[in-house]
């Protein structure tokens, strides 16, 4: 039964291709290069193409807008030209030649069931161009699409294409966005994924997020901006990245906007299914729990139904999930001494022979279990091929469920705390104090979002559009706290060197003491749950004359839109503070030990959380609720609501070589803030809700051209103004005090309602060079002039509190002066050397690299001096991203590299000495796959390949190193599947 099936199937596969040619597909292709146009027809046809790309040089193809069969379409496009397009009767698959040429049968990927054409993708000549939109052909082939893409954009812009994104183990969008030009990326705390996107040197509260062009919300607690690790990369179809801005684009970006480009069940021509799944493997383990498996898995499926094809769905569902660990190694508030045992007033640094003596030593363990989870669906009806009816929803979850393990070994401030030197970086601390603290947290990050909405033709010159959509974005953090202390002590004393570049080593004087149990008191038991909730509701329409990508001659669009944004943060714990002594972590002590990777004559000591939470059941009378919880839930509050309102008008002008587009933007914002505030009074302290409201508008010029000035060469400039609003967390108005008092430290955030908007003027100069269908040389400027700059300071204060030394850190968001940005990017691509002798053809290359100059803003600092900024928080002055190819036959392999220069991370008002870089980083990743048949290939997959350590310093120089991470290595074996 089972050959005769597969007899029969092979009979009828030349008759289904047959039909396949004949049936009538919907076809939406403007006027333009064959190079890109030929390509897109196939794309709407559901059909494989090639042809040399030599062949069709200088070849214009009309537009093309109907339902028509696949050799209909293909004559209509072609027609006038001296080029012909072959369909392959078994496959379907078209083969575009001149028409003086001796016909060829279609060049196809082999699989199992079907003729084999009598030449191969390996035989064929170098120049000739493969597209397969069924099977996922590697980097060679992404790239390909991306300068397509980027060729037809109308602004400057650089573009991701689907396969491009599964082509590195990438976590989510956000891993994949940080190949192109300009991008460089934050991680989630250091220790997971690629989190936010610093665009052109602006952190992510400079840019906006979109999904088919729809304003997410956010995630975050305090941040406007969407983390792009809960987003995964099954769902896209491309990424766009838009440096330049027209007016129907929202206003709210001033680095870029990033775009998500969904799938539609009309990319294809029928039923259409792909898979990828692959297994994980983490170097760094979890310690304390059992190991469970790492990895991926994406489905993405699509079809097209109803008697004219007119319905589609498609449906995308992936899941991954990473088990490992990360060792921190932390040191921070260094202060510098004589070798006479005097102290300096500040922070001089090394070089004129003061000792720098680190007040305080932490290692921590981080076990973590991560896991994404994504579901979307989009169903379209087009009962015609001028009109699409669409409804998209979407559903994302990240989770973190954590145990974090951390001991601290820190300097007694007062008198017998005093150090004694012994060299240049050396010395003794003859008092300390330490602490072992487990904290267990489930932390659960969500987005969910739904759309509908439509786009009709009412005739070829004019298009209309509108929708409507709702989203939430939801994040919430719920942990378990034990923390155990031993008090300010001489058997608690240690030596310490300061290792520049590398962690202080700290080294107890009595070993047995330090890991003694038996000395740690039951200092704090607390529960935490603090949860962001934030609705957005969407609506806008557009109405357009003659202004699509294709048209020609003058042309108008406008449209209109509104956004209301409710936003909740509520802060609640619990503690309690046992006042015997008697209770130690001798009681709830996890004999399993942890030694760090820097430093293996330490271990940490751990907590048993289920001991610990033995000892507190078994003692209530014991834990007396601590005095401070009522004001510690309270003034983290706040609420906050934000209503945009905006329209534009744009004309536009647009010939075969030349295209002009200028508008404006009016947005007006109105927003409200409710927070308590603390008040006194002879009867004590209480709290008032309180709210201020404020409102502004904001008028957004821009003006964009581009001109070819021939076909290979392409020239843009871009003019506009563009604005980001203050973070959520910056505007409420609270005053949130985590007081350890008793731990040497007090530290205060502040909001302010009353910061503005930032502005900038936005310059931009590109000129694209396309010198063959799979290369590209490019290069553009820039110039940002931002105003009304936002920045998070912190100032530093010394008090005695109970009798102890304690630093107070004050942290404030502020407008400052104006900033400037000059930015120069360049990019190659090259997929096929061909100049390289003929065995080494196979080499392609990538790279781009991006130069920034950034002329900050001046801050007041503590002592009414003022100083220019060495940064904009979150930016780095210089990025360089090269991704070397090769293919040979079935097989495939390439390695990426990634260099980040040194990135600013924190202010410090009191001293320029304590502001905090990231250090720079250089990454490497690695990735073989074997293409079996068009249908089954299969990869193996290396990140971090040497191990690069995350690194946070500080100092003049950013010579003290005050973090380091170590996440370790990661490798993937995988595979991918496809069906139509």
């Known amino acids: 039964m089972a050959r005769a099936f597969l007899l029969t199937a092979c009979l009828l596969l030349p008759v289904h291709a047959l039909f396949a040619q004949a049936a009538r597909r919907t076809f939406d292709v403007p006027a333009g290069d064959a190079a890109s146009t030929l390509p897109k027809a196939a794309q709407q046809a559901g059909a494989e193409i090639v042809f040399p790309a030599n062949v069709v040089v200088g070849v214009k193809t009309p537009a093309l807008k109907g339902e028509y069969s696949v050799a209909a379409a293909f004559e209509l496009l072609l027609a006038g030209s001296d080029l012909v397009a072959i369909i392959d009767p078994a496959t379907g698959a078209v083969a575009i030649q001149r028409k003086e040429s001796k016909p060829k049968k279609a060049v196809v990927p082999e699989s199992r069931g079907a003729s084999r054409a009598p030449q191969t993708p390996d035989s064929a000549d170098a120049s000739t161009v493969v597209l397969d939109q069924y099977v996922v052909s590697g980097t060679t082939l992404s790239l390909r699409r991306a300068i397509a893409e980027k060729r ?231 009962p015609i091929s001028t009109a699409t009816l669409h409804v998209t929803s979407g559903f994302f979850q990240h989770t973190n469920d954590e145990q974090r393990i951390f001991n601290t070994l820190i300097r007694n401030t007062g008198t017998a705390g005093k150090p004694a030197i012994t060299g240049p970086t050396t010395g003794i601390v003859n008092s300390a104090n330490a602490e072992v603290n487990r904290y267990d947290y489930f932390q659960d990050r969500r987005i969910m979002y739904g759309e509908i909405g439509f786009k009709a033709e009412p005739s070829p010159d004019r298009e209309f559009s509108a929708a409507v959509n709702y989203g939430v974005g939801n994040y919430r953090q719920d942990a378990d706290d034990d923390i155990f202390r031993a008090s300010n002590s001489a058997s608690l004393a240690y030596t310490f060197q300061t290792n520049f570049g ?122 007396p609720l601590y005095s401070g919880n009522l004001g510690d839930n309270l003034e983290a509050d706040y609420d906050l609501t934000e209503g945009v309102a905006s329209a534009y008008a744009m004309g536009s002008y647009r010939t075969d070589r030349f295209v002009g587009l200028a508008g404006v933007r009016w947005e007006q914002t109105r927003l409200e803030t409710g927070s308590w505030a603390t008040k006194s009074s002879d009867a004590g302290t209480y709290y008032v809700w309180e709210k201020q409201r404020s409102h502004y508008d904001s008028v957004l010029p821009s003006i964009n051209l581009s001109y070819n000035v021939t076909n290979k060469l392409r020239l843009r400039a871009a003019a506009s103004r563009s604005i980001s609003r203050p973070a959520f967390g910056d505007l409420a108005s609270r005053t949130v005090v985590n007081d350890q008092s008793s731990d040497g430290y007090i530290t205060i955030s502040k909001g302010n309602p009353d910061l503005k908007p930032r502005e900038s003027d936005n310059f931009d100069l590109s000129a694209e060079w396309y010198f063959s269908k799979d290369s590209m040389i490019s290069a553009a400027v820039c110039r940002k002039n931002v105003s009304n700059e936002i920045v998070s300071v912190t100032s530093k204060s010394a008090a005695t509190v109970d009798g102890v030394d304690v630093i107070t850190s004050t942290t404030t968001p502020r407008n400052l002066d104006d900033a400037r940005i000059d930015g120069l990017e360049l990019g190659f691509t090259d997929t096929k050397l061909d100049f390289l002798p003929r065995a080494l053809r196979g080499f392609g290359i990538g790279a781009n690299v991006t130069w920034l100059n950034i002329d900050t803003s001046t801050i007041e600092m503590d002592d009414g001096t003022r100083r220019k900024l060495p940064s904009l928080l979150e930016s780095c002055k210089y990025t360089l991203n090269i991704t070397l190819m090769y293919e040979y036959k079935r097989w495939s392999a390439q390695v990426s590299y990634k260099h980040t220069d040194p990135m600013l991370w924190a202010i410090d008002t009191s001293d320029a000495f304590e502001d905090r870089f990231y250090r720079a980083n250089d990454v490497y990743d690695a990735q073989i796959r074997y293409r079996f048949n068009r249908r089954w290939s299969f990869t193996l997959q290396a990140k971090n390949l040497t191990n690069n350590r995350p690194t946070r310093v500080l100092g003049y120089n950013q010579e003290y190193n005050r973090e380091e991470l170590d996440n370790g290595r990661s490798w993937f074996i995988g595979a991918t599947y496809s069906f139509r």
């Open 152 to 382: 037809g954009e109308e602004v400057i812009a650089d573009v991701i294409s689907a396969d491009e994104i599964g082509s590195i183990p990438d976590f989510g969008l956000g891993e994949a966005l940080e190949r192109l030009p300009g991008v460089s990326m934050i991680i989630n705390n250091g220790r997971g994924e690629s989190q936010f996107a610093t665009l052109r040197g602006l952190n992510s509260d400079y840019n906006s997020i979109y999904i088919d062009g729809m304003h997410l919300p956010s995630t975050e607690a305090s941040r406007r901006n969407v983390s792009l690790d809960i987003i995964p990369s099954s769902l896209a179809k491309g990424i766009s990245y838009y440096k330049t801005y027209t007016p129907d684009t929202g206003g709210d970006a001033i680095g870029g906007v990033v775009n998500l480009r969904t799938r539609s069940a009309f990319d294809n021509s029928g039923f259409y299914l792909s898979a990828r799944g692959n297994y994980g493997y983490y170097e760094n383990r979890r310690n304390f729990k059992r190991f469970t498996p790492s990895g991926q898995f994406e489905l993405t499926t699509s079809d097209i139904f109803g008697k004219r094809d007119q319905h589609g769905l498609v449906v995308s569902a992936s899941i991954f999930r990473r088990d490992s660990s990360t060792i921190l190694a932390s040191t921070d508030t260094f202060t510098f001494w004589d070798a006479t045992g005097a102290q300096y007033s500040t922070a001089i640094g090394n070089s004129t022979g003061a000792t720098p003596v680190p007040s305080r030593r932490s290692w921590y363990s981080y076990d973590n279990v991560r896991a994404r989870y994504g579901l979307f669906a989009k169903y379209e009806y087009r």
């Open 502 to 623: 590398a962690p202080v080593q700290f080294t107890p004087l009595n070993p047995a003491y330090y890991y003694n149990p038996a000395n740690y008191r039951h200092y704090e038991h607390a529960w935490y749950d603090y949860e962001s909730n934030e609705q957005v509701i969407s609506l806008d329409s557009h109405y357009g004359y003659n202004a699509t990508p294709d048209a020609r001659g003058w042309g108008y669009k406008g449209g209109a839109s509104y956004r209301f944004m409710d936003r909740t943060y509520d802060y609640r714990i619990t503690r309690y503070r046992p006042t015997a002594k008697t209770l130690t972590l001798a009681d709830a002590l996890d004999a399993r030990t942890i030694y760090p990777y820097s430093d293996p004559d330490t271990y940490l000591l751990n907590v048993d959380m289920d001991k610990a939470r033995k000892m507190f059941a078994a003692n209530p009378s014991l834990y």
